[in-house]
């Protein structure tokens, strides 16, 4: 840097003595300073040719990710996977035998369509992308880090979007919560995930009897009340709470047995009820006891 003023000073003095005995600077510094260097969109194709390189190794190939997700954090850029025509070749490293690269396809995935509509509707061009993260999410073999990617790109995806609901229903996707929840291997980080994408899916579609049908049909709403007792994670009760709370403020009714559970399921978490979320806590509480 000192290198660089004595040129600089030399240079604006007209010193031609000065500047020859500084010597020229270091040209990648220059660039750093005034720019010159690549624009965003080439890093990001630059990344993807890293990525999708059988020769690559992996350490290279998990940096481009990183330098790729950090890009892409920003609305335009996320916009521009289409443009540059990088959907395509993200979507096929969800096929690489590297969990570690699939995890970060899944995280790059969920990071660019989060409340991203224009960016959410690019992704369901390709037909092959949403069934690729339903059947990760839902093989019970695959790695956990990489499941709870699934999950994260899946809640993005359909949060605030009919279209993106309408086709996760289409391919079975509720198909995948359930079991999850159900799993006494499935760690709790996972199962957060998954309660997560069951309450953005009901920011997309009209919570009324037919979906109260639904969540009955696919066990979901039996295996949720599961988890309100205070044995349960504290995060995952506080979950539960939420979800039962959209459902009580769209005015949904519950079945016999749900309330049954739900009155005893309330007792027995009232001695942690100062470490829930009051809104939603008092929102189920007064709700049942009106029943």
């Not at 760690?187 to 997560?196: N, S």
Request: charge should be negative.
């Amino acid at each position: 840097m000192d290198k660089l003023l004595h040129w600089s000073v030399a240079n604006s003095q007209g010193d031609a003595e000065a500047a020859k005995k500084a010597g020229q600077p270091d040209p990648k510094l220059l660039q750093q300073l005034f720019g010159g260097g690549p624009d965003e969109p080439a890093l990001m194709k630059q990344a993807i040719v890293v990525i999708t390189n059988p020769e690559a190794e992996l350490e290279a190939k998990l940096i481009a990710f990183d330098n790729f997700e950090m890009l892409i954090e920003n609305l335009d850029n996320a916009n521009n996977i289409e443009n540059l025509k990088l959907w395509e070749p993200l979507i096929g490293v969800l096929q690489s035998p590297e969990p570690e690269l699939r995890a970060f396809a899944l995280s790059v995935i969920g990071t660019a369509v989060q409340n991203n509509a224009k960016s959410q509707e690019n992704f369901l061009k390709y037909e092959h992308g949403l069934p690729q993260l339903i059947k990760i999410a839902k093989d019970a073999n695959e790695k956990t880090d990489v499941r709870t990617k699934a999950f994260y790109a899946l809640s993005n995806l359909v949060k605030h979007n009919a279209d993106s609901y309408a086709q996760f229903d289409k391919h079975h996707g509720l198909d995948v919560i359930a079991p999850v929840l159900c799993d006494p291997k499935a760690t709790d980080k996972l199962k957060l995930r998954v309660l997560a994408l069951t309450t953005a899916l009901m920011t997309s579609t009209t919570i009324n009897e037919t979906f109260m049908a639904t969540l009955r049909k696919e066990n979901i709403m039996q295996t949720v009340l599961k988890f309100l007792h205070c044995g349960s994670n504290i995060y995952i009760v506080d979950k539960v709470l939420n979800f039962l709370s959209q459902l009580i403020n769209a005015a949904e009714k519950f079945s016999e047995s749900e309330i049954t559970e739900l009155k005893s399921s309330l007792q027995d978490i009232e001695s942690i009820k100062e470490r829930l979320n009051e809104d939603d806590y008092q929102t189920v509480k007064l709700a049942i006891d009106q029943y």
